[in-house]
């Protein structure tokens, strides 16, 4: 079956630091993945996406890989700001049906 | 470029009665979805469109219904509210499978729900 599995929040870091959120799949097929950004009283917005293995999606600092061999889609940034605390959703969709993670919480202190 | 809206906001509800939210999408998508997101829970999916005219179970229907009379918008339903029910609700839409590629879902703003 098709499944997500991020890391469990909270995660506290101080401005500037190096943001690593955990993300792997299950999935038959060939998935895209995406990750989501979901700031307080709002919808989940596409932070960014990759369609095929070895892609990188970027966007605002942000980054993942498509990682087939290890089934992962890990975001990253090298240094966080306070404006960068939400919640952000790895996700999956296959066959136009889609797949969340739990969401992770960030929370960056000044 | 408006993408999705959801109507209404906000909303209290008693125990019993019965609305009706409504998704509107812009950008011409095929499918549309209605989730519910509670503490601690993520997303869950509640009823999808594959087309106009067209509905189907998500993980979570009881208690809902949904209609797509016209391709822009995605009615979500509550016969007769429940607290279970008290949640924030989402609406996305995509576009199909293009040129093998799976396209991202884009979410409405959400409506939050309290059953009383």
């Known amino acids: 079956g098709n499944s997500v599995t991020q890391m469990e929040g909270p995660v506290t870091l101080s401005e500037e630091a190096f943001l690593t959120i955990n993300c792997t799949y299950t999935?038959?097929?060939?998935?895209?993945l995406f990750w989501y950004v979901q700031y307080p009283g709002e919808g989940l917005q596409l932070l960014l996406k990759a369609t095929k293995a070895d892609d990188k999606g970027s966007n605002k600092g942000f980054e993942a890989t498509y990682r087939k061999e290890t089934t992962s889609f890990h975001l990253e940034k090298g240094s966080v700001q306070v404006s960068d605390s939400a919640v952000y959703f790895c996700?999956?969709?296959?066959?136009?049906?889609?797949?969340f993670g739990s969401g992770t919480k960030l929370n960056v202190k000044p | 470029n408006a993408g999705v809206t959801q109507t209404p906001k906000f909303r209290v509800l008693k125990t019993g009665q019965s609305m009706t939210l409504l998704c509107a999408q812009d950008?011409?998508?095929?499918?549309m979805y209605w989730y519910r997101q509670d503490p601690g829970m993520g997303l869950r999916l509640i009823h999808y469109s594959v087309g106009e005219g067209t509905t189907a179970k998500g993980e979570v229907p009881d208690g809902y219904n949904v209609s797509r009379l016209k391709k822009q918008n995605f009615l979500l339903g509550l016969e007769s509210a429940a607290p279970s029910q008290t949640s924030v609700y989402f609406c996305a839409s995509s576009s199909p499978v293009d040129r093998g590629q799976n396209q991202p879902q884009h979410f409405g703003d959400g409506t939050r729900l309290s059953i009383l």
């Open positions: 996700a999956l969709s296959n066959f136009n049906k889609f797949y």
């Open positions: 950008m011409n998508h095929e499918y």
């Open positions: 999935a038959t097929g060939y998935p895209s």
